[in-house]
Each structure stands twice: as structure tokens, then as C-alpha cells.
């Protein structure tokens, strides 16, 4: 018998907690549901899961193809000890990067489809992840601004969003590298995305935007902070308060994603399965 699956709907204009079914078993019914409810709310959030390593990568396997298996997002080293805040070391500035709204990989050839992220540690306050719609964004634009920003494109670049942050991005070896820095051309992408599956139109936007080109780069940058400032704001907006052993899967095809700070002498581990995005979909503009 097919798992009957519990959908609430999130307080915002996507998102849903889904409760009544355990990741690390699902039949083919079950995961046709799951599907077809993930293209609809965007983010859905499963309690409780407290998935193994194998079973969170079988899970986001479903999805399809994975940018990586399995990245920890922690500042927790690998040793057990705590990362130092004022070390700022790559991963403490990957951390500290995260902060800022985003989508991933768009500054890789080919942007990523989205992610299963859980939590195994998590830290008394704060350390919220924080996602924001980009389709509710872009159907809420007045019609002339909808209208210009059709016509757009931004480029791409992670050296860029670290640099701003202070964060200088070294070539691809240290710690970043496994985190997929790219030093190819700098992928150039329009501020509209269609969604391959939906059809719906969202805002591609977030700090790794930067130089629209018929921009010089201040107005750019003002352009594009405006509409991370119009897009990233309620009813558009949800940020998860974490329990150790919830899991989500996000669509990083329409949704912008953050971190938020919290106290950094208090551990969190989170483990994140990047799902590749479809090179027919999610490749950036020729450049
Ligand atoms: C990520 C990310 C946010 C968080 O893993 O890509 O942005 O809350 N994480 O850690
Ligand atoms: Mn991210």
C-alpha cells in the first residue's frame, strides 16, 4: 500500500512540511506523489528523518543525477574540532558566504537542479536556512519593471561574491575546490529562468549576480541588490528552524536559498546533496 503522504503548506507562498513517510523507503507511487508535490511547493521539509549517509544519497538520487553525493556544511572539521571563526579559513568563508541569498552553482557551467540538505547537529539559536520564492517574486513585479528585466542577463561568478565578502578565492586548489570553484568563462545568465518542468517564470537573481551587461557596474549592482531586496521579503520568504534529523529538498531552479548566523562556538553539521541540473535547462547563455 502506497504511503499516505501529509502536505501542510508553509506560511508563504511555497513550501511544505511533509510528514507520514520515510525517506529512506519509498515505492514508486509514493515517490510520483513526492515529485509532483516538490515541483509544486518548491521546498518541501520531512521531520524526523535522521537519514544515513547511503539513504540521504539514494533519496536525492531520485531526483536524478548528483553534482556531488554528500558535502558537510559545518563548522565542524572532520577531526571532530571546532572550526575558529577568526581563522577564516575557505570553509569558514564558504560559511560565512552562504549568508547571502543565493541559488547554486549558477556560477558553474551548468546551474544545479536543487539539493537535499539535512541536519545532524544543529546549534541552540540561530542557523536557520532561509529560502525565498522566486516565482511569487517575478509574477509581483509592477509590469514595466517585469517587462525590462526580460530583456536582461547577468553574469555569474563565485570569485566575484567572495571577493565582495573580503573572501579572495584562490585558484581552484585549498579548500574550495570540492565546493566546485570554477575559473572557466563566467557564465552568463538571463534574470528570467523558465522552469524546465513547470513552465513558470521566477527571477534568476542573488550574489553571485553581477555585471548586467548595458550596465556600468554601479548601476548594476544597485539594479540587482533592488531586486534581491523586492524578491526576498514576506509572503515570498520562510526560514527553517532547525531539529537534528530533519531533512528538506529544495528546487534551485526558482528558489534563492541563505544561511543565517549563529553563535560559532556552538557546532552544526548539516550535510548537503547537490542534484546536477538538466545541461538542456540549466546550462548558462553561450558565451
Ligand atoms: C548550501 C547553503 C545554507 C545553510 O549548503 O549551499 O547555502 O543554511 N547552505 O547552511
Ligand atoms: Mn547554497
Known amino acids: 500500500m502506497a504511503t499516505r503522504l501529509e502536505i501542510k503548506p508553509l506560511d508563504a507562498t511555497f513550501g511544505a512540511v511533509v510528514t507520514g513517510i520515510k525517506l529512506a523507503e519509498i515505492d514508486e507511487a509514493t515517490w510520483r506523489e513526492l515529485h509532483a508535490t516538490w515541483l509544486k511547493y518548491a521546498l518541501l521539509v520531512f521531520p524526523g528523518q535522521f537519514l544515513k549517509r547511503d539513504q540521504q544519497i539514494a533519496f536525492a538520487k531520485h531526483f536524478g543525477p548528483l553534482e556531488f553525493e554528500m558535502a558537510a556544511i559545518s563548522n565542524v572539521k572532520s577531526d571532530g574540532t571546532l572550526r575558529i571563526e577568526k581563522d577564516n579559513d575557505d570553509v569558514m568563508k564558504i560559511l560565512k558566504g552562504n549568508m547571502g541569498w543565493h541559488a547554486d552553482s549558477t556560477y558553474m557551467p551548468v546551474q544545479a537542479k536543487g539539493a537535499v540538505f539535512s541536519a545532524e547537529e544543529v546549534p541552540t539559536v540561530g542557523g536557520q536556512t532561509g529560502w525565498a520564492d522566486m516565482r ?149 547563455l553561450a558565451a
Open 136 to 284: 511569487a517574486a517575478y509574477d509581483a513585479l509592477d509590469d514595466a519593471r517585469r517587462a525590462r528585466v526580460e530583456t536582461l542577463q547577468a553574469y555569474h561568478s563565485l570569485h566575484y561574491s567572495q571577493s565582495k565578502l573580503g573572501h579572495e578565492t584562490r585558484k581552484s586548489d585549498g579548500e574550495y575546490s570540492g565546493y566546485g570553484l570554477h575559473n572557466g568563462p563566467i557564465p552568463l545568465r538571463p534574470l528570467v529562468k523558465t522552469h524546465p518542468e513547470t513552465g513558470r517564470k521566477s527571477l534568476l537573481i542573488g550574489r553571485h549576480a553581477h555585471d548586467i551587461p548595458g550596465m556600468d557596474r554601479e548601476e548594476s549592482q544597485s539594479f540587482l541588490e533592488e531586486l534581491v531586496d523586492f524578491a526576498c521579503r514576506p509572503p515570498r520568504i520562510y526560514h527553517h528552524d532547525w531539529a537534528a534529523g530533519d531533512a528538506v529538498v529544495w528546487d534551485n531552479r526558482c528558489l534563492l536559498h541563505q544561511a543565517t548566523p549563529w553563535d560559532m562556538t556552538q557546532r552544526r553539521i548539516m550535510w548537503h546533496s547537490r542534484i546536477a541540473g538538466d545541461p538542456a535547462s540549466e546550462s548558462a
